[in-house]
């Protein structure tokens, strides 16, 4: 999603410490001969062995394995994988990101839902498109999302794509002044996609600094979608600008998280799906998870395989997306359920 260009982009992540990976080399390494030796000990062959074999043993096996560790490290980073994959792999009971400069070792929360989804049945097309399937059955729904920033849009087109439902910005807070804006296009693509016969969802980026603030930017989605079917979710928007300041930047994550809850309570009691949009980050370090259970969640993530042990019910998996009847690129998304 986009309130200006810069925001929500993928960080490329440029190895700058060839130390962290050695760390974790060797910290792997005293591991496994640790259990090496426990091994000798607990099969009470450590009699066998004098104190300088013993020495001899651990000192050699040390190096063969730090060497054979550092080579299948060379080998994956050789062949396109990221340092920060690397380590994600080596630490799977944490969610990893990287954030200023440093890595992220994040707990994964015992009372959050997790998601079933697995990675083997992800599958890309010839479009870069992707699909999610079950016993070889497409159970993914193909979505876009749009704002201004995708122009004039010929809905038939698009719908003609194979396309299933969009997500249309009603509109935006201004995360400089705090004004509620319209999005420019709006009107044209609810009335378009309407006529098209999409299904349709909303969405509004928040900048909300309190919960009045928040209930007020509900009460502007509702007013905008009066009269027109939306039968997907209603969508309060929540993410960081990269490289400004903006409004919401030193708010807790007690406080964002009652933004959240505030809209989605509003949007709910007008009898609508209420749903939050963000990407990892934010999910993690930014929100409370363990309060926000009752509510769908679509997770922003720009690559081909979904690092994210939560329950979602959508995923933003591109920012670069071509479909027919609109000029330029757009925001892809698969959703794994549909709401009618």
Not at 94 to 103: A, G, L, M, Q
Not at 204 to 218: C, G, K
Request: proline residues 2%; hydrophobic residues 35%.
């Amino acid at each position: 999603m986009k309130t200006k260009p810069h925001s929500t982009k993928k960080r490329k992540i440029i190895i700058s410490t060839i130390s962290i990976i050695i760390l974790i080399s060797l910290g792997a390494t005293i591991f496994i001969n640790y259990h090496k030796l426990e091994s000798i000990v607990t099969s009470n062959k450590v009699t066998s062995y004098t104190n300088e074999e013993l020495g001899s043993y651990i000192d050699t096996s040390t190096a063969n394995v730090r060497e054979d560790m550092l080579a299948d490290i060379k080998s994956k980073l050789s062949s396109g994988t990221s340092s920060l994959s690397l380590i994600r792999s080596l630490y799977p009971e944490n969610i990893v990101y990287y954030d200023t400069d440093k890595y992220i070792f994040a707990s994964i929360l015992d009372s959050v839902p997790k998601n079933d989804l697995k990675s083997e049945n992800i599958l890309v097309d010839t479009n870069k498109e992707l699909t999610y399937s079950e016993n070889g059955t497409v159970i993914s729904h193909k979505g876009i999302d749009v704002s201004k920033y995708q122009g004039n849009i010929d809905w038939t087109k698009v719908k003609n794509s194979n396309v299933e439902y969009a997500f249309l910005r009603t509109g935006y807070r201004s995360y400089g002044t705090g004004i509620i804006i319209e999005d420019s296009t709006f009107k044209q693509n609810i009335q378009g996609a309407s006529s098209a016969g999409l299904d349709i969802g909303v969405y509004f980026y928040s900048q909300a600094i309190n919960t009045t603030e928040a209930i007020e930017e509900a009460q502007y989605v509702l007013d905008q979608i009066k009269g027109y079917n939306v039968n997907y979710p209603i969508v309060v928007d929540v993410e960081e600008i990269i490289n400004d300041t903006f409004r919401q930047q030193n708010l807790t994550a007690e406080e964002l998280t009652n933004i959240c809850i505030a809209f989605c309570e509003k949007i709910k009691s007008a009898g609508y799906t209420p749903m939050i949009y963000s990407n990892l980050k934010c999910y993690v370090s930014k929100l409370n998870l363990d309060k926000l259970n009752s509510y769908e969640k679509w997770y922003a993530s720009y690559d081909t395989s979904l690092y994210f042990p939560y329950n979602i019910s959508m995923w933003q998996y591109s920012q670069s997306g071509i479909v027919d009847g609109i000029t330029g690129k757009v925001d892809l998304n698969i959703s794994f359920k549909e709401w009618k």
